[in-house]
């Protein structure tokens, strides 16, 4: 129980008491002979003065009484040393799974208010198969006792049973062998009724089941010194801008340690102390895609480390060669230019079909394969989880496409999308693939013929119409042919004159003739 003021746990406080279980004669003896020397017979018998709270024959909450029972009950003196005692009785028991303590916030009253709910005892098999609490009880008792404890609770089966040689069979019938349920008619009101009266809590849980993360998950973790503690703080009645913070982190799966980090950003929190959902959603997507390309590496360097594990065994023992699969006619690929002279269309499909996709990529470069076409396959067969032949027809179609001359390039996005279109459409067999990039070929073909079209009709709107003859008038152009001589004296004379009458004509204002 953590308490940091003694103040906030008196005699004066109330409680209540809940539990969902009732105790057999198995519990009442594991609660006596295993939890009681491990918490001591004080804390035991605080358990079961609590357990008596609530009627023996019924389950759910007591009533809301004063602490001051607890107190007078166990003859605790209601003062500091007796608080003491009592909270350091029920932290043993919330430490070996006994009980669980809630403290609730009053807002009528500005007080506090405490839950006692109680668990029921583990059975001797759970018990003995829980480590840490085995290894207190041999501490407590001893391992010789420990082993004496555990053979008293079983009872051995018949000396019969032992042989190997007997068969066991379950003969027994199931429920609708036996019962028949009328499931065409639904029963709302029962269902509604068996709602309300249901003792289980459910607010501890999100809505797909998942535990919800807390205020304090958050306040335990979160740094003193950080300048949001005081929004932070604010947040333990706000329910709201808590269920708004756990449908970020169920959306990005978010621990409370990463809450904490987020929350403690600058621009999380509005000057108000309210959360900015926008922004926190912005970080919280930014830290789950940094998680996902983490996994992504951890995944692929734990497949290698499997491969060559694997490998190292095959060497050791017998190698296991699996069946080669052949290939239907009507499933042929054509083979790319760069492998006519090495082998023929029958060759060549056997090999989509059988040989990995990093043999295939050795084959299509002469050297070594660049690592980050290397790396890409790599993804795709490890996270995307695409057949072998599945990538060798893909790497068929991307190097076929390359090497037709065409502008695409292989690039990371390039090669992601293809292989995120065939997961898609669930591309899992060789059949499948060729039928997939013989679409893919007649889709471009399409489309590049349509393109092709389009520039055509767009030159031929450039050339003349009416026959080639243009719409604009003809204008002549003169040309020297070399016939044209020198000006005579007396044809320059006549030119001059002609020329200063028209000038003396402009003086005049006379218009001119011409």
């Known amino acids: 129980m953590h308490m940091s003021n003694l103040h906030h746990f008196t005699e004066h406080h109330r409680y209540c008491v809940s539990r969902e279980f009732g105790l057999s004669a198995i519990d009442g003896r594991m609660l006596g002979s295993v939890y009681q020397p491990m918490v001591g017979a004080f804390a035991i018998s605080l358990y079961r003065l609590l357990f008596e709270h609530v009627p023996a024959e019924s389950i759910g909450y007591s009533g809301v009484e004063q602490q001051r029972r607890l107190f007078m009950t166990l003859g605790i003196e209601p003062n500091e040393k007796g608080r003491k005692s009592l909270i350091d009785q029920a932290s043993r028991l919330e430490a070996v799974g006994l009980l669980q303590t809630c403290r609730i916030y009053v807002q009528e009253t500005d007080d506090y208010m405490y839950e006692y709910e109680l668990m029921p005892p583990l059975s001797p098999t759970d018990f003995f198969a829980t480590q840490h609490l085995t290894l207190l009880l041999r501490d407590k008792i001893g391992k010789f006792a420990v082993l004496s404890l555990r053979e008293q609770f079983w009872s051995r089966e018949p000396e019969e049973w032992n042989h190997r040689s007997i068969g066991k ?4 019938l199931p429920f609708y062998d036996i019962f028949q349920l009328n499931t065409h008619v639904i029963d709302y009101e029962l269902e509604q009724a068996l709602a309300e009266v249901a003792t289980s809590r ?47 982190a169920r959306k990005y799966k978010l621990s409370p340690q990463d809450v904490c980090r987020l929350l403690d950003e600058d621009g999380i929190f509005s000057p108000d102390g309210e959360v900015i959902l926008d922004e926190l959603q912005h970080k919280a997507s930014q830290h789950f895609r940094q998680d996902m390309k983490r996994q992504e590496k951890r995944e692929i360097a734990a497949a290698k480390v499997i491969s060559i594990r694997a490998n190292s065994v095959e060497d050791k023992d017998e190698p296991m060669v699996s069946p080669e699969q052949s290939v239907e006619m009507e499933y042929y690929v054509e083979v790319p230019p760069q492998f006519l002279s090495k082998c023929d269309v029958h060759q060549y499909n056997m090999m ?28 795709i067969d490890l996270n995307y989880k695409l057949s072998g032949e599945v990538i060798n027809v893909l790497i068929h179609y991307l190097m076929t496409m390359v090497a037709s001359g065409g502008d695409q390039r292989m690039n990371r ?18 059949e499948k693939a060729v039928r997939y990039i013989r679409d893919q070929s007649k889709v471009k073909g399409k489309a590049s013929s349509a393109g092709s079209a389009d520039k055509a009709g767009t030159r031929s709107r450039s050339y003349p119409k009416n026959g080639g003859r243009s719409g604009k008038p003809e204008i002549q152009i003169a040309v020297d042919d070399g016939q044209a001589g020198a000006v005579s004296a007396e044809e320059f004379a006549v030119m001059m004159k002609k020329a200063a009458e028209i000038k003396a004509g402009k003086k005049k204002g006379v218009p001119d003739a011409t």
């Open 413 to 430: 996005n390039f090669v992601e999308a293809i292989a995120s279109n065939m997961l898609v459409k669930q591309i899992n067999t060789y």
């Open 352 to 379: 989509l079909r059988n040989e990995p996709y990093t043999r295939l990529l050795q084959t299509f470069f002469p050297g070594a394969v660049p690592g980050q076409l290397m790396d890409m396959f790599e993804k």
């Open 169 to 172: 069979e379950n003969i027994s």
């Open 202 to 248: 459910q607010s501890g849980q999100s809505e797909a089941g998942e535990p919800a993360i807390g205020y304090s998950d958050i306040i335990l973790r979160f740094p003193r010194e950080s300048v949001n503690r005081m929004h932070v703080e604010k947040l333990r009645f706000d329910h709201n801008q808590m269920g708004v913070i756990n449908y970020v």
